[in-house]
């Protein structure tokens, strides 16, 4: 149970800190999300270019789909690292799925433009375009990596694991041999 503790402890971390890839990748790879600053009354306000835009729901699906990615490699990578499975490996592989989310909705959120979009906003000027920071609006989207890494083992595991034997199956009686169709041999 040590061992298998143990495993399922260096899953979570391995699988957590790949987080940090999906951040880049969301990062990088996300619709940038236009918006406009303009002075009204004495202040400023920001307001999307294309107010019917779909960018800010494409960075949702930037990452949903990254993360769906991460948790089929991930998923495989332990099922071909220990296809016995157990319980703590499958555990260590949901929680480090969630960190990995978690980790990389932070680094993308620090890696994109800047969350003050008013002083953003104050520095390019009346009437500039400018991208809008990183924001999942879809926080389950931090479950995708978990449930896909988790449906992609327990498939894995059902078709390709290995086998317990079965405990109905008869065995001959002492002494006895099986013929070559399974019925004792007079």
């Known amino acids: ?105 932070r680094i993308g959120v620090w890696l994109g433009p800047t969350e003050d979009v008013i002083a953003h906003a104050k520095a390019v000027g009346k009437g500039v375009t400018f991208s809008a920071p990183l924001k999942l609006g879809a926080k389950g989207a931090w479950l995708a990596w978990p449930l896909a890494a988790l449906v992609v083992h327990l498939g894995l595991t059902a078709l390709f694991g290995p086998r317990e034997p079965d405990p109905y199956q008869q065995q001959p009686p002492q002494g006895q041999a099986k013929d070559t169709h399974g019925s004792p041999a007079a």
Do not use: C, N
Not at 9 to 36: C, D, K
Not at 80 to 102: H, I, K, N, Q, T
């Open 1 to 105: 149970m040590k061992t298998e503790l143990r495993e399922g402890a260096v899953v979570t971390v391995v699988v957590a800190l790949l987080g940090a890839l999906l951040g880049v990748l969301w990062w990088r790879l996300a619709p940038s999300v236009p918006l406009v600053g303009d002075v009204v009354d004495d202040g400023w306000v920001v307001y999307f270019k294309d107010s019917e835009g779909e960018q800010a729901i494409g960075v949702d699906g930037t990452f949903t789909l990254l993360a769906l990615a991460f948790g089929l490699v991930s998923a495989v990578a332990v099922f071909l690292w220990r296809r016995r499975g157990g319980v703590p490996l499958v555990v260590g592989l949901a929680l480090g799925g969630f960190l990995g989310s978690l980790l990389a909705w």
